[in-house]
T-cell receptor
Framework: EPEVTQTPSHQVTQMGQEVILRCVPI?????FYWYRQILGQKVEFLVS????????KSEIFDDQFSVERPDGSNFTLKIRSTKLEDSAMYFC????????????FGDGTRLSIL | QKEVEQNSGPLSVPEGAIASLNCTYS??????FFWYRQYSGKSPELIMF??SNGDKEDGRFTAQLNKASQYVSLLIRDSQPSDSATYLC???????????WGAGTKLIIKP
């Protein structure tokens, strides 16, 4: 069964550094998403992406964050000047259509900011 | 503020019994409803989705939706120890396509 893949599985970074989290969505999916989950807390929506542009973003997704689809398969989340509070699990998801189709999640990247 | 509420649990159910998980949501414009299972340290895994009022069955799982009362539930029949996990309710509205998540209910199936 097709799946969303994320790399790396765990990223440890010094505060203030930039990180790039990578995702390969399911190949025939058109809509891509990033979520984060701080340990012990709810899953939080960050951003959705379609047709090479952001379609929705949350208040969390400020100027520190950016997303890109650099080629036909990868979808990346960049976090500039990381802060301690950015430590969380980051999940990528994709869906065939935006309107109401289920979103399928990757295994996540655990980001630890020291 | 759109919210999705779930009892955090833990909900303890004997093996073989029916587990009933509930979720309420605040936005009447919500149209799509999803149940995900999350094992500790893992990503959410889609279990069921439902769009219309009533019941939807898939194997041991039944999702129930009541839009008038703004609740959605998940029933797990013949509960197995492997069903022990946190169950997340997620809701999507037509005004945007963000999933709004509940905090999850921790389910423990006791052998």
């Amino acid at each position: 069964e097709p799946e969303v893949t994320q790399t790396p599985s765990h990223q440890v970074t010094q505060m203030g550094q930039e990180v790039i989290l990578r995702c390969v969505p399911i190949s025939n999916h058109l809509y891509f998403y990033w979520y984060r989950q701080i340990l012990g807390q709810k899953v939080e929506f960050l951003v959705s992406f379609y047709n090479n542009e952001i379609s929705e973003k949350s208040e969390i997704f400020d100027d520190q964050f950016s997303v890109e689809r650099p080629d036909g398969s990868n979808f990346t989340l960049k976090i500039r000047s990381t802060k301690l509070e950015d430590s969380a699990m980051y999940f990528c998801a994709s869906s065939e259509q935006n309107s109401n189709q289920p979103q399928h999640f990757g295994d996540g990247t655990r980001l630890s900011i020291l | 503020q759109k919210e999705v509420e779930q009892n955090s649990g833990p909900l303890s159910v004997p093996e073989g019994a029916i587990a009933s998980l509930n979720c309420t949501y605040s936005d009447r414009g919500s149209q799509s409803f999803f149940w995900y299972r999350q094992y500790s340290g893992k990503s959410p895994e889609l279990i069921m989705f439902i769009y219309s009022n009533g019941d939807k069955e898939d194997g041991r799982f039944t999702a129930q939706l009541n839009k008038a009362s703004q609740y959605v539930s998940l029933l797990i029949r013949d509960s197995q120890p492997s069903d022990s996990a946190t169950y997340l309710c997620a809701v999507m509205t037509d005004s945007n396509y963000q999933l709004i998540w509940g905090a999850g209910t921790k389910l423990i199936i006791k052998p």
